[in-house]
Nanobody
Framework: QVQLIESGGGLVQAGDSLRLSCAAS????????VGWFRQAPGKEREFVAA????????YYADSVKGRFTISRDNAKNTMDLQMNSLKPDDTAVYYC??????????????????????WGQGTRVTVSS
């Protein structure tokens, strides 16, 4: 059982940067691909970014490509999301999640929240205009 805890959310202005972190409870974290999702008020949860277990492949939603960067440190059981040039549309609760499978190299399909078994509680990001 992998437990995930997000941190780093807050209130920022449009154009600012913010770095979210996700800490995992177990070494087993390093076996799983991981991703970030977000849910804005009144909207469905949507995919943001994913990174595979060995950190040599990443995948981004078109809406964040070029502005957000996902990374992980398996030695520390952590994953980060660097968010630059934030927009009011980025306002949401951000969740980190871990793949239901182990050692999956490809990120094909990893924009589907059904592919994730473990979820954090979320951290809120608010971007003011």
């Amino acid at each position: 059982q992998v437990q995930l805890i997000e941190s780093g959310g807050g209130l920022v202005q449009a154009g600012d940067s913010l770095r979210l972190s996700c800490a995992a409870s177990e070494r087993a974290f390093s076996r799983h691909g991981v991703g970030w999702f977000r849910q804005a008020p009144g909207k469905e949860r949507e995919f943001v970014a994913a990174i595979n277990w060995k950190a040599d492949s990443t995948y981004y939603a078109d809406s964040v490509k070029g502005r957000f960067t996902i990374s992980r440190d398996n030695a520390k059981n952590t994953m980060d999301l660097q968010m630059n040039s934030l927009k009011p549309d980025d306002t949401a609760v951000y969740y980190c999640a871990a793949d239901r499978r182990w050692y999956r190299d490809s990120l094909y399909g990893m924009d589907d929240n059904w592919e994730y078994r473990y979820w954090g509680q979320g951290t809120r990001v608010t971007v003011s205009s």
